[in-house]
């Protein structure tokens, strides 16, 4: 694999993912319609890693430019991050959830086949597993019923790829199916640039910290974890974008269609992640107590074993190296890319 497409390579998981790729030497063209991005992203991995990227700004639904793309381009492998990932809007916005996500992989998997590019990594959720019946969760466990549109769109991908794959060997897709994706390039240059109040607990705790945002509300006391609040595996974005390039070697195998849970395995609690934060910033956050978030599970983390054991993957870095890495991110850049 020497040239590689990345999908949404402008966003959060995908900027990091390009970084570690021009750090091992790959070619690599970013496709992003920058939806829910900045091209600054881009420019700032540029000036880390001292090396370019080719930036086609563009649509994975558009035929012309993705046909443009392959064309110009020798493409080895794709990572297909690109995507719409918020939950509630996914609630109010179906169509476009499904024509983003399901229509998109699709748009981009027919223009891989008609160029002959058929080595793929996809980005997954844990989100496919629904409601967990036993923890920790393994790859064999059924897939469950995602509660809302965007999961759904989620394990509809995963379905239609495992049919692909299963039409014509000749492809090689790895699914990853990722936890709760946190923390920053220690660089304190790129990180989570969420657009309005975010959704996801990290980037709501760091703005609170930088005073952007007032109060986190706890979204439920009451749950059946050690203390009561939901309980996360969550992964820090440099060890999940490294999982990519093991999925790349993986693919260099031609195993078929793999599936790979990226976690650490080990599960914190919202007041843990509220204390590890305090500690690793200095500063206090404001929070209370508020009633359960509809949708929630009360606790979820991965079993991270067959991705150590085939891929040769493991998340190194710790829950104190995420909180650090989110503060420096942050209160370095607390406007996000914009500031
Ligand atoms: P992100 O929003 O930062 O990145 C997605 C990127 O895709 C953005 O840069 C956006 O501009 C681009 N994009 C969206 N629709 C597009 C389209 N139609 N054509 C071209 N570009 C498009 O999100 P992220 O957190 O980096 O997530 C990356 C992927 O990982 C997504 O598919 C997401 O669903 C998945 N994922 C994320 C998480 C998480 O918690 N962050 C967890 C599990 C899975
Ligand atoms: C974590 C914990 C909340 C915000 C979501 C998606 C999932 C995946 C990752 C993409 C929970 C609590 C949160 C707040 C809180 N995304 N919380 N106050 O819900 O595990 O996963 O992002 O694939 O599909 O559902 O992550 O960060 O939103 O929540 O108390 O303001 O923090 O209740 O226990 P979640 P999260």
């Known amino acids: 694999m020497k040239t590689v497409l990345v999908t949404g390579g402008a966003g959060y998981i995908g900027s990091h993912t390009v970084l570690q790729l021009l750090e091992q030497n790959f070619s690599v063209v970013v496709l992003d319609n ?19 990227v080719t930036f086609v700004q563009g649509d994975i639904r558009d035929t012309t430019v993705l046909d ?45 086949r008609q160029h002959g590019v058929k080595n793929l990594v996809f980005s997954s959720s844990a989100t496919v597993y629904g409601d967990p019946v036993s923890l920790p969760l393994h790859e064999k466990m059924a897939t469950g019923q995602p509660t809302n549109p965007y999961g759904m769109s989620k394990l509809m991908v995963e379905h239609m790829l495992t049919d692909l794959h299963k039409s014509d060997d000749s492809w090689n ?21 969420p657009n309005g109040i975010p959704n996801n607990l990290m980037p709501y705790i760091s703005q609170v910290a930088t005073g952007k945002l007032a109060q986190l509300s706890v979204f439920g006391d009451d749950y059946d974890t050690p203390d009561g609040t939901g309980v996360r595996d969550y992964i820090h974005v440099v060890d999940l974008a490294n999982g990519h390039l093991k999925a790349l070697d993986r693919l260099a195998l031609n195993m078929g269609l793999d599936v790979y849970n990226l976690g650490t395995g080990q599960g914190y609690s919202v007041l843990e992640m509220i204390k590890a934060f305090e500690d690793a910033s200095g500063q206090t956050i404001n929070y209370k107590i508020a009633p359960r978030r509809s949708g929630d599970v009360a606790a979820c983390y991965a079993d991270p074993t067959l991705a150590a054991k085939e891929l040769n993957w493991n998340a190194v870095k710790t829950l104190e190296d995420m909180c650090k890495d989110v503060w420096h991110w942050q209160s370095n850049n607390p406007m996000g890319y914009n500031g």
Do not use: W
């Open 68 to 112: 443009s793309v392959f064309s110009k381009h020798s493409i080895d492998a794709v990572i297909h991050f690109a995507g719409l990932k918020a939950v509630g809007e996914s609630v109010e916005k179906p169509l476009e959830y499904y024509e983003n996500n399901v229509y998109g992989t699709l748009t981009l998997c027919k223009a891989m």
């Open 34 to 52: 920058l939806v829910n991005a900045s091209a600054e992203s881009l420019r700032r991995v540029e000036n880390i890693t001292g090396k370019s």
């Open 173 to 193: 897709i790895v699914l990853l199916r990722y936890f709760n994706p946190v923390g920053a390039h220690h660089s304190g240059q790129i990180g989570e640039d």
